[in-house]
């Protein structure tokens, strides 16, 4: 057998492997959900990055510095302070008020925070959940169909069927608790790939100089960070563009059930220090997959989202190549497995027992949720066969809908007192429909990149809207109270 399917078969077997063991542990829907509050620091810290980091992570980051070189390290600049922002200012607040209020999903906490009865908050929060993260695990599924079809040859469309198979298998088996462990395994491997892959192109293109020498023939302006602007162009049209990527992070829910289901208040220290360990280590890397893939595979490839698996089979002997395309595939499924979950818990908490049967038994709740995660599954898996922008750009919009459209909501409940229950719902209203339009007008993009624009528009309405019904506050002991 090919020793590159060998080494992802392997790791392939291992995530199932995951699910199975962890399968008893699934007695209740906190179970499922946040694995019973007991996460230790390590696996919380890295299970947080691997879930954020996406297939975009080693494929579609590649391929936009591929394309358009250093400036892209303008993102990695703002996803590093969106992360250490995320992990300072949200964790260890929304850990202590989650406890307190008996929240299982991020709707539940907006629910009780704003002693919510009409239900409003719950509902715009369960459908821009399932609106956006349909999109999301789409982007994911796309990513499994390129890296196979790169790998191996398989048609695209037979790899994200693969991929969306093993993700909904070990999901809906361990649910939380599997995600979390199998996040731990991929996001140590995602590091590993993002050091070892860019080291392993310069030593073969004989060093750094030589690496600047051929992506100078191409193009000089790959070696910048400033595409040859100036002034506003330059602010606003380059750095800020990439900057912008930190906004998001402060309104990914499956990003923040890491910080709700951490054992301790203790460990957010700790988590938030091996958060960014794995940051400064990783990211670096991942651009420059992409400028090493330039160097060694040239500037013509038909499909640059490739660029990742097609390095990797050039550079290194097949059982390595296996398990560094195992990585990008880690990279797809860390982020897909944990979407998954808080779409279903949407589903399940957030309307089955909210809404209409509070009192129905844990087991039947486990069950549900499983049930919820296939057919989640299945709808991703359809709507991935009808993309057409591409990862880097599906998730970018995926990232900004939901980070619009609960970031400054989360931030100013946890931080503002004044912040009120319609002031909220203005801010999640807001940056959902704003991020809808955005997306579809060009003349909104050229005003001010998607990422930063809906983001502000929410923060202005929290804002304002709580000021105007700053009368509105009350704050329950616990959810329901």
């Known amino acids: 057998m090919d ?19 962890t399968y008893r542990y699934m007695k209740s829907l906190d179970d499922f959900v946040l694995a019973g509050r007991r996460l230790g620091p390590w696996v919380a810290a890295i299970s947080e ?11 579609g980051l590649p391929a936009a510095a591929y394309a358009v070189g250093f400036v892209e390290f303008w993102s990695v600049i703002g996803i590093a302070t969106g992360i250490l922002t995320s992990w300072t200012f949200i964790a260890l607040r929304l850990r202590t008020q989650t406890e307190r209020f008996g929240a299982l999903t991020l709707p539940d906490y907006f629910e009780a925070r704003f002693d919510d009865r009409t239900r409003m908050l719950r509902i715009v929060s369960m459908l821009a959940i399932l609106f956006f993260y349909l999109a999301y695990v789409a982007a994911q599924l796309d990513g499994a169909g390129q890296i196979l079809n790169a790998s191996f040859g398989i048609p695209h469309w037979g790899g994200m069927l693969i991929g969306a198979t093993v993700v909904a298998l070990y999901t809906l088996m361990g649910g939380f608790l599997a995600v979390a462990w199998t996040d731990l395994i991929q996001g140590l491997l995602m590091a590993c790939v993002a050091v ?13 100089g030589e690496l600047w020498t051929v992506i100078a023939a191409h193009d000089p302006a790959l070696l910048t960070m400033d595409l040859g602007e100036t002034g506003a ?3 606003f049209g380059v750095a800020f563009a990439g900057f912008s990527w930190c906004f998001g992070y402060l309104g990914q829910p499956h990003l923040l059930v890491r910080y709700m289901a951490i054992r301790r208040v203790e460990d957010v ?3 938030q220090a091996i958060a960014m360990g794995w940051v400064l280590i990783a990211y670096w890397g991942a651009p420059m997959i992409g400028l090493v893939g330039l160097a060694v595979l040239g500037p013509a ?21 296996g398990i560094m395309i195992a990585g990008a595939t880690a990279a797809m499924m860390s982020t897909a497995d944990s979407q998954l979950l808080v779409a279903s818990s949407a589903v399940v908490e957030d309307i089955y027992v909210r809404l209409f049967r509070p009192k129905a038994s844990p087991e039947k709740l486990v069950v549900l949720s499983r049930i919820v995660t296939v057919v989640l599954t ?5 709507l991935a066969f009808s993309l057409r922008d591409g990862i880097y750009k599906s998730v970018e919009y995926a990232w900004t809908g939901l980070g619009s459209s609960f970031g400054p909501a989360l931030v100013l409940s946890l931080w503002w007192k004044r912040t009120t229950r319609w002031g909220a719902l203005a801010g999640m209203l807001g940056g959902l429909v704003s991020t809808i339009a955005w997306k579809n007008s060009a003349a909104l993009q050229s005003f001010l990149d998607l990422k930063a624009g809906p ?12 000021l105007a019904t700053s009368g509105a506050n009350r704050e329950p002991e616990r959810l329901g109270g």
Do not use: N
Request: with cysteine; glycine share 10%.
């Open 455 to 466: 983001v502000l528009i929410s923060a202005a309405l929290v804002i304002g809207v709580s």
């Open 49 to 59: 990055r691997a879930s954020g980091e996406s297939a975009w992570f080693l494929l």
């Open 233 to 235: 162009a330059f602010l």
């Open 378 to 382: 299945l709808c991703a898996l359809t």
């Open 269 to 271: 220290p700790k988590g």
């Open 301 to 321: 490839l038909e499909h640059p989202d490739q660029v990742m698996p097609l390095l990797t089979i050039a550079l290194l002997p097949g059982w390595l190549a």
């Open 196 to 208: 070892v892959l860019p080291l392993a192109g310069i030593a073969h293109l004989g060093g750094f």
């Open 3 to 21: 020793p590159i399917l060998i080494g992802l078969l392997l790791y392939l077997a291992m995530m199932l492997a995951v699910g199975l063991y």
